[in-house]
């Protein structure tokens, strides 16, 4: 079982930049996925963004939302144990709770998206943007 413990996110102003981090510990496999999801007050949790690894030798490919591409990053620190999600140009539509989660395989494409495929998640942090 893979816990997950997530840092950062706080208030910033429309346009402002902020930073969350996401602590893995326990066992992984060689092929796994770490996503970002969000979610807003009364809406259901959606995807935001994944890193998925299919063994480090073979590759690495990352995925985002159509509505934080360009702006959103997802990045992996191997050494730490700690994936990232570096938020810029955030605009108020990006309020939310957002969420870590872990799966033991890799992802591809549209199956990132799929909340119900990831069996480990962080404890959520608050990032609200103002206008």
């Known amino acids: 079982q893979v816990q997950l413990v997530q840092s950062g996110g706080g208030l910033v102003q429309a346009g402002g930049s902020l930073s969350l981090s996401c602590v893995a510990s326990?066992?992984?496999?060689?092929?796994?996925?770490v996503g970002w999801f969000r979610q807003a007050p009364g809406k259901e949790r959606e995807f935001v963004a994944a890193?998925?690894?299919?063994?480090?030798?073979?590759?690495?490919?990352?995925y985002y939302a159509d509505s934080v591409k360009g702006r959103f990053t997802i990045s992996r620190d191997n050494d730490k144990n700690t994936v990232y999600l570096q938020m810029s140009s955030l605009k108020a539509e990006d309020t939310a709770v957002y969420y870590c989660?872990?799966?033991?395989?890799?992802?591809?494409?549209?199956?990132?998206?799929?909340?119900?495929?990831?069996?480990?998640w962080g404890q959520g942090t608050q990032v609200t943007v103002s206008s």
């Open positions: 989660a872990f799966r033991p395989v890799y992802c591809a494409g549209d199956g990132c998206h799929d909340v119900g495929t990831y069996g480990s």
């Open positions: 890193i998925s690894v299919i063994a480090s030798w073979i590759g690495v490919s990352t």
């Open positions: 326990g066992r992984t496999s060689s092929s796994y996925a």
